[in-house]
């Protein structure tokens, strides 16, 4: 097997689940050398004890946890509690995590390791924080996010819940692969994954399967989208892929467009945007991640883990 990638994931984990999922494939997963786990926006401590349940629970205890930005660079926002932190596993953060910040950790990383692959999966504040303070971590800094949406009547929520910081990092010089809702929507999991998990042995599982049905139940959908593991995908394995140059510029008027991605392409651009994606190959990633492959139907395989 290649070289684990060594990987920071930014999340907004605890109001929708996929956040839940990527996070914990993340920290079993072989080609993934977990790094450090930063939260934002909204209650970042709260995110963090979510992050450090997820992390407890599936064996990665060591990984640092950092809580990052609470609020938008603009726009105000209430310190809620996480919409799942009542039925999520969590954990106290250690005296380590609270003195930790997120911007702190990206540069630290940065500093020792040369260049860190980033997975931002909820809004962008915390990176283009680190990038306005630290320009130089335009060299350091590769990104994938999971944000935007750009064939859809709408603007995603990642982007939407801070535009400005979504358009300081599409216009820095970092290396970015965008995965947007367009390619997300089209591989919904499937939906006896809930309960399968619900029913495991593994209390990680376990406690993903109630948070799935929880978590359907207060939003009143059915289908589970695994944004975020796709997102944890793309890290990991960007040929299932299609990746197209363009140039993003995000709507920042205070009117219903906020948040919107337009889009133009361009050769020489930093920003790649997928366009299509592997389906079968992504679903039988997660699923094998999962572990829940022995109620799928069919045998696709997961992607090679050797080169």
Not at 2 to 14: A, N, R
Not at 44 to 61: F, H, N
Not at 142 to 170: S, Y
Request: hydrophobic share 40%; charged share 25%; glycine share 4%.
């Amino acid at each position: 097997m290649e070289k684990p990638i060594p990987l920071v994931i930014d999340t907004d984990i605890g109001d929708n689940i996929d956040d839940s999922l990527a996070l914990a494939i993340a920290c079993r997963a072989p080609e993934v050398d977990l790094r450090a786990i930063t939260t934002v926006h909204g209650d970042t401590i709260k995110r963090a004890e979510l992050a450090r349940g997820i992390l407890s629970l599936g064996g990665a205890q060591k990984v640092p946890v950092a809580p990052g930005c609470e609020r938008p660079l603009i726009a105000p926002v209430e310190r809620q509690t996480p919409l799942l932190y009542d039925v999520h596993p969590k954990r106290p953060l250690q005296r380590d995590d609270l003195n930790r910040d997120a911007v702190e950790v990206l540069l630290r990383l940065s500093r020792q390791h040369g260049r860190v692959s980033l997975l931002t999966i909820g809004p962008l504040t915390n990176v283009a924080v680190a990038l306005r303070l630290h320009p130089e971590l335009e060299q350091t800094l590769e990104i994938t996010a999971m944000a935007g949406a750009f064939h859809l009547d709408r603007a995603e929520t990642n982007v939407r819940l801070d535009p400005e910081a979504a358009q300081i990092v599409f216009a820095s010089r970092a290396p970015v692969r965008v995965i947007p809702l367009d390619v997300t929507i089209e591989c919904p999991l499937a939906m006896w994954v809930p309960e399968a998990l619900a029913a495991s042995r593994d209390e990680l599982k376990r406690s993903l399967g109630r948070a799935c049905r929880i978590w359907q139940e207060r939003t009143g959908r059915d289908i589970v989208l695994p944004h975020d593991p796709i997102a944890l995908v793309a890290a990991i394995y960007p040929e299932l892929f299609v990746f197209e140059p363009m140039r993003i510029e995000v709507a920042l008027h205070p009117d219903d467009r906020r948040g919107r991605l337009l889009a133009v392409p361009r050769p020489d651009s930093n920003v790649h945007v997928a366009t299509r994606a592997d389906l079968d190959q992504i679903s039988s990633y997660i699923l094998e991640r999962l572990a829940v492959t022995e109620q799928r139907r069919g045998n696709s395989r997961c992607p090679p883990a050797q080169s």
